[in-house]
């Protein structure tokens, strides 16, 4: 993370343009559990991708493609969602 | 092509709200959030209420949003949507904005900002018939400062400042029918929804940025800390609500009234009172006759919304 | 153009009118209500092209204007008193979300008791939220600072709300003649609209009013409060260009007759005029008295102040606010100003409520012995 700035350096207000806010790491949440995914079970029905709350899942086009573990917070929630038991929790 | 994939698709690979924010680990607000900003095709600028899902998302100098963003206080969103909504509809008669789509303005509250002290400014921008879309995520209580009870609080629930006890039972009043407020301004579009129902809350946002005018939708969002449960366990608890009527989905479109889902068998009241630590207090002998009062409630809210259904001719 | 006979409230509306806003939220309280009426008017006849936005609270107007104007229209509203009173948080918010909105001010006490009628009580409530206040001292000057306000308010290095402050019932509601600049004369002087992010710019999407902790809050304050430094000399600049348009000049800090006064009286609002009446007397009486007005208490010219006031032996404030337990808001601004300069200082608080201040009562402050609190039936005079 960047030092942290002066006045004069802040933008008017505060507004912060979105593409330029890095965004902090929140996988450092999870204590000891993480998703994993079985793919040879995984349909696509992206229902672990709508019901992350931290927008964890990642996508190719429209496929699975897999959890951004720098944000993941290990919920659980998309195990506990995805319809085929494609997605278990496991040790880290 | 499905719905999920077409929500997909919409962000043009692009998430509108994204990762790196402080919400609680199995929060039930960014899946309201995402369905809401997935379905909408046009561009949406987003205006939200101080609460949980603001405070979290927007630490200086990071941001969880992809999307334009606007804060200004707490009871206010409704009233800056109208300045924002006023403001695109005037340049547009000027012809001082770039020819495109109009972008639609999306307001995100919680239950405070909606049912207590936002209830003012709301009630201003439907009677006013801006073009906007108002989501309450209704968690049923202030969660951001601790879990403190609000006009949406259901009778009997325990929070911090309708603790159950010796003395108390929990909060002793009825929850407001927020929708039904809604309903009262005629406006074109209000609806009842719950993020586990996402194909449900998705089609009532594609008919309430459609509308041509105010559109209300009030979505059951569950709280893992203040409703005491485990956050996998989220649409399970969703659910309980749904399928035991105590949150009924419907819609009432320019007055008229439909369900848009009907629990085959409806489970007792128990079973979603059962799950949540908030209303552990009358899973007693002693309180059997407060849950009996609930059940009383729920039967006679569904009855009478049965019976508007039927009134208008949708059941 | 020969002046027409106007309300200061009838005058603000025609400025606002030749201004042309985008969005204009309203809400009615006494004494502001003819101004809002009267644009309503003009927007009903075609003249104004403005979205009036019929708000159900204060609180809401000012927050509708804060979502328009960082929507990328110019947004103006009007208030008084208790809708000030209400909206105040909001007032702070569109200050530190640099919003430039613009707002006429019809300066009325606050309760209780429930009062309807001139003092700055209002004004002072919100003097530290951040926002800029100038003062007319009739309804011409209510009109010409309506036209300048949006460049000040505009300006990049200042993006703050501009309060445009007419003493209630006296200026709002009291017929002058006023010159009305040509239409296209006030559209060239105001200019196009432009702030940093728009909200409706989806091409760049920015998230604005953060939530910020102790390792920024005070940096973001630190910022805008050096806006409000900035706008001293902005609105010199502003006040230059609009009298090569008018011929009429207007400054934060407004000296009349000070050459060898020893005697000056220092003041706000439409008591002004009383004063440099009741001045002209006394000089012609042979007496070395001068005033001092006060064109923008926010932000304040305390250094012109001190320059100003450098030769006088005594200067008197006249605050028309009070504050209980404590010293009366310009008294303090201008003690903090003249700290050390060596003059002997002295306040009074005066016409609280609408209390007329007549020209007789500026002789006795100016002749000296008066209490402090002015014209107040039980108050003992000093020996």
């Not at chain 2, 200004?72 to 020819?99: D, K, M, T, W």
């Not at chain 2, 109009?102 to 003012?120: C, H, K, P, R, S």
């Not at chain 2, 059940?295 to 259904?309: H, I, M």
């Not at chain 3, 007759?257 to 004063?275: H, P």
């Amino acid at each position: 993370m960047a030092r942290l700035s002066t006045w004069q350096e802040l933008p008017a207000g505060g507004a912060v343009v979105a593409a330029e806010a890095e965004q902090p790491h929140t996988g450092g949440w999870r204590t000891g559990l993480r998703p994993d995914v079985d793919l040879s079970k995984c349909i696509n029905c992206l229902l672990c991708w709508l019901y992350c709350p931290d927008s964890a899942v990642e996508l190719d086009g429209t496929a699975f493609a897999g959890f951004d573990y720098d944000f993941c917070k290990g919920c659980e929630i998309c195990a506990e969602a995805c319809p085929t038991g494609a997605i278990e929790m496991v040790a880290e | 092509m499905s719905r999920l994939k077409t929500l997909v698709r919409n962000q043009r690979g692009v998430p509108p709200l994204r990762g790196g924010h402080s919400l609680c680990q199995g929060c039930g607000i960014p899946v309201v959030v995402r369905t809401v900003l997935g379905t909408i095709q046009s561009p949406a600028v987003v205006v939200n209420a101080t609460g949980c899902l603001e405070v979290a998302t927007t630490r200086y100098p990071t941001t969880a949003w992809n999307v334009p963003w606007l804060h200004v206080a707490f009871e206010n969103a409704a009233a800056v949507a109208s300045g924002v909504e006023s403001a695109q509809r005037a340049l547009r008669r000027r012809h001082a904005l770039r020819p495109g789509e109009e972008v639609a303005v999306v307001v995100f509250a919680g239950d405070g900002g909606t049912y207590d002290i936002g209830l003012q400014a709301l009630s201003g921008a439907l009677e006013r018939g801006h073009r906007f879309l108002f989501v309450c995520y209704d968690n049923e209580a202030y969660m951001n400062t601790g879990i403190q009870r609000s006009g949406a609080t259901p009778f009997a629930a325990s929070t911090t400042t309708s603790p159950a006890g010796l003395e108390s039972f929990g909060k002793a009043q009825r929850r407001k029918d927020m929708t039904a407020i809604a309903i009262a301004h005629h406006v074109p579009y209000v609806a009842q929804a719950a993020a586990v129902h996402w194909h449900d809350l998705s089609r009532k946002v594609e008919r309430a940025v459609a509308a041509r005018g105010p559109a209300f939708l009030n979505v059951l969002t569950d709280c893992p800390l203040g409703w005491g449960h485990e956050p996998r366990l989220s649409a399970q608890v969703l659910n309980a609500a749904v399928e035991s009527r105590f949150w009924p989905l419907y819609e009432v479109v320019d007055g008229r009234y439909r369900l848009t889902y009907e629990p085959e068998r409806p489970v007792p009241i128990e079973t979603w009172l059962g799950l949540q630590q908030r209303f552990a207090h009358l899973v007693t002998d002693g309180n059997r006759q407060l849950v009996d009062e609930i059940q009383e409630q729920v039967d006679a809210e569904w009855n009478a919304l049965l019976d508007r259904c039927a009134d208008d001719g949708t059941s | 153009m020969s002046p027409e006979l106007l309300t200061g409230g009838e005058a603000v509306a025609h400025a606002m009118r030749q201004v042309d806003p985008d969005v204009v939220p309203v809400y009615p309280i006494t004494p502001q209500t003819p101004i809002i009426q009267g644009f309503a008017k003009f927007v009903a006849e075609g003249r104004a092209q403005a979205e009036l936005v019929n708000v159900e609270s204060e609180h809401s107007a000012m927050s509708a204007a804060i979502g328009s104007a960082l929507a990328g229209a110019r947004t103006m509203t009007a208030t008084s008193s208790q809708g000030l009173a209400l909206m105040a948080e909001v007032v702070y918010i569109a200050a530190s979300m640099r919003a430039p909105v613009v707002m006429a001010l019809g300066n009325r006490a606050l309760s209780g008791p429930i009062n309807i009628h001139c003092d700055h009580s209002d004004s002072m409530l919100i003097r530290d939220s951040g926002v800029v206040q100038l003062f007319a001292e009739n309804a011409q000057e209510a009109y010409d600072l309506t036209v300048m306000a949006p460049r000040v308010a505009e300006n990049p290095d200042v993006l703050l709300p501009v309060l445009v402050c007419l003493d209630g019932f006296t200026i709002t509601h009291s017929a002058e003649p006023v010159e009305l600049l040509a239409d296209e004369d006030v559209g060239g002087f105001v200019g196009a609209y432009r702030i940093p992010h728009s909200v409706l710019d989806v091409a760049r999407p920015a998230t604005q009013g953060p939530f910020a902790m102790p390792d920024y809050y005070y940096e973001f304050r630190r910022q805008q409060s050096a806006a409000l430094e900035a706008a001293l000399p902005v609105i010199a600049d502003v006040a230059a260009d609009f009298e090569r348009l008018s011929g009429r000049r207007y400054r934060a800090l407004e000296p009349y007759r000070l050459d060898d006064a020893v005697r000056v009286v220092v003041a706000l609002g439409s008591t002004t005029g009383t004063v440099k009446d009741v001045v002209d007397e006394l000089r012609d009486e042979g007496r070395p008295v001068g005033a001092l007005k006060i064109g923008s208490f926010r932000p304040f010219p305390a250094a012109a102040l001190r320059e100003a006031a450098a030769d006088a032996e005594a200067v008197i404030v006249l605050d028309r606010a009070d504050s209980p337990g404590g010293a009366p808001p310009l008294f303090a601004e201008t003690a903090a100003a003249l700290y050390g300069s060596g003059c002997d200082l002295q306040g009074h608080v005066y016409g609280l409520g609408g209390r007329d201040l007549h020209p007789e009562d500026v002789r006795a402050i100016f002749a000296g012995g008066q209490p402090v609190h002015v014209g107040v039936r039980g108050e003992p005079c000093p020996v």
